[in-house]
């Protein structure tokens, strides 16, 4: 199992623990954007040269600020200790699909040839969770070569509807013949 995995799963068995997965979810999700905007907060943070107190102390006036919950700052301050900063967002990531794993959320990449609007975003994932018998969180980006209709990636498997695909499959058939 790889370090990030190790640490997403620690993170995910606390906020099942404590209730609050997608609190914890939106405060990691928060923190890294922080980190991402702020290379000077990132370098502080990897550095092997800054003092794990130091690092702390930062980290709990971060945490204040953001009124987010003492799991997040038990979490991060573990991290440190373990000079994993550098993963932070390896472990996001993981923490995310750990979480969805958990909760029986599958997550669906949807490339359709426009962009869809709010309304056909939510019959799309209501026909998914219907089809999946899970709740879905759709990820979603536009591709002009499908030419039209959507493709949806759910694991490993594909739903194609695009204009494309269903040319294709016109044109076997027409060679068959």
Do not use: C, W
Not at 116 to 127: I, N, R
Request: hydrophobic share 45%; net charge positive; glycine share 6%.
């Amino acid at each position: 199992m790889t370090p990030e995995r190790s640490y997403a799963e620690a993170l995910a068995d606390v906020a099942l623990a404590e209730k609050r997965p997608e609190q914890v979810r939106r405060e990691l999700n928060d923190f890294l954007a922080m980190l991402a905007e702020s290379t000077d907060l990132r370098n502080f943070l990897e550095s092997p040269a800054v003092p794990t107190s130091s690092k702390q102390a930062v980290i709990e006036k971060l945490i204040a600020r953001m009124g987010a919950s003492p799991a997040l700052r038990n979490f991060l301050f573990l991290v440190v200790d373990h000079h994993r900063v550098n993963l932070l967002d390896a472990i996001g990531q993981a923490f995310g699909q750990q979480l969805n794993a958990r909760l029986g959320i599958l997550e669906a990449e949807v490339t359709s040839a426009r962009p869809l609007s709010a309304e056909e975003k939510q019959q799309l994932v209501a026909v998914l969770e219907r089809r999946t018998g899970k709740k879905i969180e759709a990820t979603y980006r536009t591709n002009l070569a499908l030419v039209g209709g959507a493709m949806v990636r759910i694991g490993s498997t594909i739903y194609d509807g695009s204009v494309r695909n269903s040319l294709e499959r016109l044109r076997a058939r027409m060679a068959a013949v």
